[in-house]
């Protein structure tokens, strides 16, 4: 409810507002995977991405290693792009050996006010993952389990470049190697996905129609699936990198 000026709340109807699981599905021209998928996965690959890395998301990092070194044996699960880290949470239940590192841009979504915060062996951290995952990737991590939950379609052609398969970012993310699942409510960007880790590691990858079971792992997923979308789900195993 609502009130009006007077303080006589009123209700809000579905013509004012939608409703918390009312999100609209993906709206693309583009039906196909892009053609152009492997060609750029294949530059990427021949010329590493040289931003400098952003001084927050350094410092953050350096936060999160000296969380880490606590306990260093204990194998890493990367959240990637997590929004407001719910999904940490569950992801501990499925790996309990294992520190959860759940990384987003975002300080409002992760109601963040320092650049980590930390609860028994989750991490929550703000970083821009392109950085962050060359970070680790130089701390010569290798991870356990990789998830990569909706992330932003960018639905037009032209942003090919935006979506993760297609930035420059992407070599590094299939260098840290491990069991990798992405979820997607737009079978095309994981059909590019698919490609893209094809092209680059020869990695065959399983890529599926799926419910969730009994709860959802993340706040868009459930938005999407109480809205009656039908949800993708890609997963494979990333080789192993030989010199870490
Ligand atoms: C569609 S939301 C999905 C959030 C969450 N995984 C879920 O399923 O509820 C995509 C998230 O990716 C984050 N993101 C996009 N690009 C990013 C980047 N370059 N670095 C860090 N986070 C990024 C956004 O801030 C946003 O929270």
């Known amino acids: 409810m609502t009130r009006r000026a007077s303080g006589v709340p009123h209700l809000i109807t579905a013509r004012h507002s ?74 501990a239940e499925c790996h309990p050996e294992c520190w959860i590192v759940a990384a987003d841009q975002s300080a409002y979504r992760l109601r963040l006010k320092a650049s980590i915060r930390r609860s028994g062996r989750i991490v929550w951290v703000r970083a821009e993952l392109g950085d962050l995952w060359r970070l680790m990737l130089h701390a010569k991590i290798q991870l356990k389990a990789h998830y990569l939950l909706y992330p932003n379609p960018w639905p037009k052609k032209q942003h090919l470049r935006r979506r993760w398969h297609g930035h420059p970012a992407f070599p590094t993310l299939l260098r840290l190697g491990g069991y990798f699942e992405a979820r997607s409510n737009w079978s095309v960007y994981l059909q590019e996905l698919a490609i893209a880790i094809h092209a680059a590691t020869g990695t065959n990858t399983n890529l599926t129609v799926f419910r969730p079971t009994h709860r959802a792992l993340s706040p868009f997923e459930l938005k999407y699936a109480a809205s009656g979308h039908e949800l993708y789900r890609l997963r494979c195993r990333l080789p192993k990198q030989q010199d870490s």
Request: glycine share 4%; net charge neutral; hydrophobic share 30%.
């Open 18 to 91: 939608r409703t918390p699981f009312s999100s609209s599905s993906v709206s693309s021209p583009q039906t196909e995977p892009d053609p152009r998928v492997s060609e750029l996965v294949t530059k990427h690959l021949q010329c590493p991405w040289r931003r400098p890395i952003a001084t927050h998301t350094l410092r953050a990092w350096e936060c999160v290693q000296a969380v880490l070194s606590e306990e260093a044996q204990c194998p890493i699960v990367l959240d990637s792009g997590c929004g407001t880290g719910e999904s940490a949470r569950k992801l």
